[in-house]
């Protein structure tokens, strides 16, 4: 062998070895069958919007990035009605994050955020996903909230996310976005429900964490059989 041939040889192995991962870090291959779902990634839910959630912004670049190793992409908006039955506006003598009693159950107060057509309601605008095939909104019935992108507060009113995914073949949705102890909890639950394979991308969403929220969300959705995954984990 030539100097120069095993120097190549050194090189090429010492390369494959710093790109080398772990054998223990498990990567997760999304497939055709595979859909990644981007849940309310808005202005109304950072910084300068009605209902901020701490750091969302900071889920662009990490959600844009994971857009590649997706062929099925689905993004939400949250997308109320003025003077919606989840505003704390709505209901006299109420302030945000109180609740009050719907017929459906318990209802979190907010402040009038995401109204339909609004600035506040626009996607962010770095978020680049030019691939992604459908924008479900919900929470557009006046006196029904919808936390979940596949069934209102009423747990009876579908929005048809469910449908149009298994219309597709899809069985597996990886959900990412803001906030992790609302809409992504909620939408991850009943994507369980209805017989998904179900991760969530826990560096790619941020929660609101109101009294315990955000852990509580978590027990939630391990117990249902949710994986909590980070982005670093998906090929
Ligand atoms: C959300 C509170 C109210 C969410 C929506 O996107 O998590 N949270 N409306
Ligand atoms: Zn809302």
Same mark, same amino acid.
């Given at each position: 062998m030539t100097a120069l041939l095993s120097r190549r040889i050194f090189l090429a192995s010492t390369a494959a070895l710093a !790109? &080398?991962?772990?054998?223990?870090?498990?990567?997760? $291959?999304?497939? &055709? /069958?595979?859909?990644?779902?981007?849940?309310?990634? =808005?202005?109304?839910?950072?910084d300068g919007g009605?209902?901020?959630? $701490? +750091? +969302?912004? =900071?889920?662009?670049p990490v959600i844009n990035k994971l857009a590649a190793a997706f062929e099925n992409i689905v993004v939400t908006q949250d997308w109320h009605?003025? +003077?919606?039955?989840? !505003?704390?506006?709505?209901?006299?003598? $109420? /302030?945000p994050f109180e609740?009050? =009693?719907?017929?459906?159950?318990? =209802?979190?107060?907010?402040?009038?955020?995401?109204v339909q057509g609004s600035d506040d309601a626009a996607l962010l605008k770095d978020l680049k996903l030019p691939t992604a095939q459908l924008i479900v909104r919900k929470g557009f019935h006046k006196d029904v909230d919808s936390y979940s992108a596949f069934e209102e507060a009423d747990r009876k009113t579908a929005t048809g996310l469910a449908a149009y995914l298994k219309a597709r073949g899809i069985d597996t949705v990886f959900v990412t976005g803001l906030a992790t102890?609302?809409?992504?909890?909620?939408?991850a639950m009943d994507a369980r429900k209805l017989g998904?394979?179900?991760?969530?991308i826990e560096d790619a969403t941020r929660g609101i964490d109101l009294n315990g929220s955000l852990a509580a969300a978590w027990k939630q959705m391990t117990e249902a059989g949710v994986k909590r995954i980070q982005s670093g984990d998906i090929a």
């Open positions: !790109f &080398a991962r772990p054998s223990f870090a498990a990567t997760i $291959k999304p497939d &055709a /069958k595979s859909a990644l779902i981007v849940v309310d990634v =808005q202005n109304c839910f950072v009605t209902l901020p959630v $701490k +750091g +969302g912004a =900071q889920v662009v009605t003025p +003077g919606h039955a989840s !505003f704390a506006s709505t209901h006299a003598g $109420k /302030k609740t009050t =009693q719907m017929p459906y159950g318990t =209802q979190v107060l907010w402040p009038d955020h995401c102890d609302f809409c992504v909890a909620w939408t998904f394979n179900v991760y969530v």
